[in-house]
Structure formats: structure tokens, C-alpha cells
């Protein structure tokens, strides 16, 4: 079985500030990992995916995320946040077969203060 | 490129109940999943198709929901009879092919039912 866990379910930073968004996963063999955003009213946004390679994933928006495969996480990274970055983040996973839908995690909502 | 078009987006009926809902992938996508997303939850597998074939529904509570993709494009997601829980958003998403899939997945809006 495949799993997400997203330990904090909001996640505060003053706008210019760096942020960090935990995600940590469980899954056979080599993972496929994957990062969405979601405003409301709306489905989720693609943000960033980490396939194989490098361990640091740049994507959309300014964001990037880390894979540390010693520590089964792949925490989603922001140098300097936006108000407009406010929204409920999910993580997802699946396993190398690719045959697999995503399983997702809980999700983080992330509010920036002006 | 047009996206995913989901149908109706929002919905309220009473319990016990009948409704669909429809989706139509990003052409020339294989792979069509619809999920269920309760509120403050992660979005939850219900049905994956590749083309016309179900690829994985262990997660889709038969005795009440049912979906098809007849002709390996758009699909529809039924539920009868609803209940309280059955209260969420469902979401629609589609991917290139679900063989050696390293390729995200693309949502629509989603269509948001509340069952009274």
C-alpha cells in the first residue's frame, strides 16, 4: 500500500518569508512524488514532480521541493512567499510501476500575512 | 488545450436519492480517474479507467456507486441511492496513459454534492 502523511494542517509565514510545507510518504519501491495546489472552488493545480535525478525539483510559482529518500520525505519549499500563495496544499504518491492513480495526503493550508 | 469539463458543479438533493455526474478528460488522454474529496480531506480514489477498462475500483462502494466510460473518452459517475456521507466534492482527472505513468494528473473543477 501507498501512503502520504502531511503532518501540519495550516502552516503560518509572513509574506517575504521563507516557507516549508512537510510531507512524508510510504510506498514499495522507488516513488513518483508530486505536489498540487488547490484554491477554493477549484481542482488541483500541478505544482512540481519528482521522478528521478536531481533531488532538488524546481516548479510553478517560485516553488521548489526537496526528495531525501533516507528520510522518505519531499517537503515542498518557497524562498520567499506570496500572499497569493495562500491555498491548501497536497502532496501525492505513487509507485514506480506508474500503473497506480495518486494516493494523496491530507493536505496543509498555507496562510501568508501581508 | 481544453481541460477537464466536469458536469453539473454543484448539486444538492435529498437522501436516498439518485444523481450523476460527468467528465470529459483532456483529449487524447488514456487515463481517467474520478476521486472523492470530503471536506478537509485529501482527495480519495474512487475509479481508475484506462480507456473503456476499469483499472482499479477497490475503493468504489458498489452497493451504491456506479461508473462507465464507454467509449474510452468522457465518463459518468453515478450514485443511488445517496446518503449523508456521500456529501463532497467529486473530482475528475485524466493522464496521458497509465502504463509507465510518470506524468501528473490533470483535475477539473469538480462537481460538489450535498445530500440533505
Known amino acids: 500500500a501507498q501512503s502520504v502523511a502531511q503532518p501540519e494542517d495550516q502552516v503560518n509565514v509572513a509574506e517575504g518569508n521563507p516557507l516549508t510545507v512537510k510531507c512524508t510518504y510510504s510506498?514499495?519501491?522507488?516513488?513518483?512524488l508530486f505536489w498540487y495546489v488547490q484554491y477554493p472552488n477549484r481542482g488541483l493545480q500541478f505544482l512540481l514532480k519528482?521522478?528521478?535525478?536531481?533531488?532538488l525539483v524546481k516548479g510553478s510559482y517560485g516553488f521548489e521541493a526537496e526528495f531525501n529518500k533516507s528520510q522518505t520525505s519531499f517537503h515542498l519549499k518557497k524562498p520567499s512567499a506570496l500572499v497569493s500563495d495562500s491555498a491548501l496544499y497536497f502532496c501525492a504518491v505513487r509507485d514506480n510501476t506508474g500503473r497506480r492513480a495518486l494516493t494523496f495526503g491530507s493536505g496543509t493550508r498555507l496562510q501568508v500575512q501581508p | 488545450e481544453a481541460g477537464v469539463a466536469q458536469s453539473p458543479r454543484y448539486k444538492i438533493i435529498e437522501k436516498r436519492q439518485s444523481v450523476a455526474f460527468w467528465c470529459n478528460p483532456i483529449s487524447g488522454h488514456a487515463t481517467l480517474y474520478w476521486y472523492q474529496q470530503i471536506l478537509g480531506q485529501g482527495p480519495k480514489l474512487l475509479i481508475q479507467f484506462q480507456n473503456n477498462g476499469v483499472v482499479d475500483d477497490s475503493q468504489l462502494p458498489k452497493d451504491r456507486f456506479s461508473a462507465e466510460r464507454l467509449k474510452g473518452v468522457d465518463s459518468t459517475l453515478k450514485i443511488q441511492p445517496a446518503k449523508l456521507e456521500d456529501s463532497a466534492v467529486y473530482l475528475c482527472?485524466?493522464?496521458?496513459?497509465?502504463?509507465?505513468?510518470?506524468?501528473?494528473?490533470?483535475f477539473g473543477e469538480g462537481s460538489r454534492l450535498t445530500v440533505l
Open positions: 482527472a485524466s493522464s496521458v496513459s497509465g502504463t509507465d505513468n510518470t506524468g501528473e494528473l490533470f
Open positions: 519528482y521522478i528521478t535525478g536531481d533531488n
Open positions: 510506498v514499495s519501491g522507488n516513488p513518483y
